[in-house]
């Protein structure tokens, strides 16, 4: 059985991952983490008592951090302090936050993906086939929408799609549309367009359960790994 912390307990994906894991077996919920000052510090949630003490990491096997940049840099030094896997989902990481997860993964097996939809990692796929076959006469756009309360624009899987296009054709994508409205859970859409056709691909995820439910899967396959970085394309 793992035993699991999970970062952010009280937001959306924590809360939607705290209620999966409750339902599965290999799971032992231990810890449920929230910032200090938390209005809900010290309630009761799915039978775990919400805690503000990050030491309490050191009782598990993985945590699994969906918070902010600076909440998980230090999330992810206690996690090396007490030999702890993680499951990194946070979004908005700059370069140099991105730079210690790497240098901490030598210490920690560590899966780091701002989507960790099963079904966006396909989309990741498929655009890097895309971008590796089409010629130089495609044009690329990316349009993503999101809810209105997601503050970094554009999202974080939609700069990896740029990334990857990058990567493959050795062009810069400018055309990035960031939309947030109502409560979209998160639409990312790859147009390929030329003067003679237009390729499309497009993904939409209708509940945040594909993301949590991906995050427990890297959870299983984390604890089993010796210390590296790990993306969702290889989890399994």
Same mark, same amino acid.
């Given at each position: 059985m793992i035993r699991l912390a999970v970062s952010g307990a009280c937001g959306k994906m924590g809360t939607k991952i705290i209620e999966l894991a409750s339902k599965d077996k290999e799971f032992q919920l231990v810890v449920a983490l929230e910032a200090k000052g938390h209005p809900k510090i010290g309630d009761v949630v799915q039978g775990f008592k919400i805690s503000d003490n990050p030491e309490e990491i050191k009782n598990t096997d993985c945590l699994v951090e969906f918070t902010n940049p600076s909440a998980t840099i230090e999330h992810l030094n206690i996690a090396v302090k007490y030999n702890k896997a993680m499951? &990194? *989902?946070?979004? *908005? /990481? +700059? %370069? %140099? %936050? @991105? /730079? @210690?997860? @790497?240098?901490?993964? #030598?210490? &920690?097996? &560590?899966?780091?993906?701002? +989507?960790?939809?099963? *079904?966006? +990692?396909? /989309?990741? #796929?498929?655009? #890097? %086939?895309?971008?590796?076959t089409l010629t130089s006469e495609y044009k690329v756009k990316i349009i993503e929408a999101h809810h209105i309360h997601k503050k970094d624009a554009p999202s974080g899987t939609a700069k990896v799609l740029a990334e990857i296009i990058k990567k493959h054709t050795g062009k810069e994508v400018t055309d990035i549309k960031s939309i947030r409205e109502g409560e979209i859970v998160g639409d990312h859409r790859v147009i390929f367009d030329s003067p003679f056709d237009t390729i499309e691909l497009f993904h939409s995820a209708k509940t945040r359960d594909i993301f949590a439910k991906g995050a427990l899967v890297a959870a299983k396959f984390v604890v089993k790994q010796r210390p590296g970085l790990f993306d969702m394309q290889v989890v399994k």
């Open positions: 499951v &990194i *989902g946070t979004t *908005g /990481l +700059n %370069e %140099e %936050e @991105k /730079l @210690k997860i @790497k240098d901490a993964s #030598r210490y &920690i097996p &560590i899966v780091s993906s701002p +989507n960790m939809s099963v *079904g966006v +990692n396909l /989309l990741f #796929r498929l655009t #890097r %086939e895309a971008a590796s």
